[in-house]
């Protein structure tokens, strides 16, 4: 059974960057999409983008510009970098696995999530 | 983008009743569309997956339908472990955008 842990701090200054790292146990990390999906308080989910295990990426636009997906296949990991935090993302920050099924991409394999808060 | 709206956004039923949660989406996506279970300080579970299979291990009685901008997600005789949080997801295009989700609650 895949299974994925989130790590990294739990609070994080404004303009400061965010870093999350994310385990995969059970599975290799090769052949799949891993991503990032985050859930502010008592809201949805935004979808933060993913990455192949073999490098090639893509983002949502709001955040585009300010994160970066890698993965090392070595240690079975992969991470998340967001850079100039403000209040608003303030969040539970999820990793997952995304599958290609018949139609698109699934999320089937999730960490139990990370709260990372964002303030001074 | 490709807009997802579910409704309702909250629901009431009790135990044995069945339930049907819509999500319309702004455009046509075919059949690239999935539904998650969440419960309260857990990460989503995917149920189905392009529209109407079924996940692995999700009991029979979840099932999903619909195509193009019209989607259900049909519990049949609810169980009490089902009252949680409902979540549909589109892939078609490249940006990936869930719906703002539908609270199931005990009635």
Same mark, same amino acid.
């Given at each position: 059974?895949?299974?994925?842990?989130?790590?990294?701090?739990? !609070?994080?200054?404004?303009?400061?960057?965010?870093?999350?790292?994310? $385990?995969?146990?059970?599975?290799?990390?090769?052949?799949? %999409?891993? #991503?990032?999906?985050?859930?502010?308080?008592?809201?949805? !989910?935004?979808?933060? #983008?993913?990455?192949?295990?073999?490098?090639? $990426?893509? %983002?949502?636009?709001?955040?585009?510009?300010?994160?970066?997906?890698?993965?090392?296949?070595?240690?079975?990991?992969?991470? !998340?970098?967001?850079?100039?935090? $403000?209040?608003?993302?303030?969040?539970? %920050? %999820?990793?997952?696995?995304?599958?290609?099924?018949?139609?698109?991409?699934?999320?089937?394999?999730?960490?139990?999530? $990370?709260?990372?808060?964002?303030?001074? | 983008?490709?807009?997802? @709206?579910?409704?309702?956004?909250?629901?009431?039923?009790?135990?044995?009743?069945?339930? @049907?949660? @819509?999500?319309?989406?702004?455009?046509?996506?075919?059949?690239?569309?999935?539904?998650?279970?969440?419960?309260?300080?857990?990460?989503?579970?995917?149920?189905?997956?392009?529209?109407?299979?079924?996940?692995?291990?999700?009991?029979?009685?979840?099932?999903?339908?619909?195509?193009?901008?019209?989607?259900?997600?049909?519990?049949?005789?609810?169980?009490?472990?089902?009252?949680?949080?409902?979540?549909?997801?589109?892939?078609?295009? @490249?940006?990936?955008?869930?719906?703002?989700?539908?609270?199931?609650?005990?009635?």
């Amino acid at each position: 059974q895949v299974q994925l842990q989130e790590s990294g701090p739990g !609070l994080v200054k404004p303009s400061e960057t965010l870093s999350l790292n994310c $385990t995969v146990s059970g599975g290799s990390i090769r052949n799949y %999409y891993w #991503g990032w999906i985050r859930q502010p308080p008592g809201k949805g !989910l935004e979808w933060i #983008g993913y990455m192949y295990y073999s490098g090639s $990426t893509n %983002y949502n636009p709001s955040v585009k510009s300010r994160v970066t997906i890698s993965v090392d296949t070595s240690k079975n990991q992969f991470s !998340l970098k967001l850079t100039s935090v $403000t209040v608003a993302d303030t969040a539970v %920050y %999820y990793c997952a696995r995304a599958t290609t099924v018949t139609h698109g991409d699934a999320f089937d394999f999730w960490g139990q999530g $990370t709260m990372v808060s964002v303030s001074s | 983008d490709i807009q997802m @709206t579910q409704s309702p956004s909250s629901l009431s039923a009790s135990v044995g009743d069945r339930v @049907t949660i @819509t999500c319309r989406a702004s455009q046509s996506i075919s059949t690239y569309l999935n539904w998650y279970q969440q419960k309260p300080g857990k990460a989503p579970k995917l149920l189905i997956y392009a529209a109407s299979s079924l996940q692995s291990g999700v009991p029979s009685r979840f099932s999903g339908s619909g195509s193009g901008t019209d989607f259900t997600l049909t519990i049949n005789s609810l169980q009490p472990e089902d009252f949680a949080t409902y979540f549909c997801q589109q892939s078609y295009g @490249t940006l990936i955008t869930f719906g703002q989700g539908t609270r199931l609650d005990l009635k």
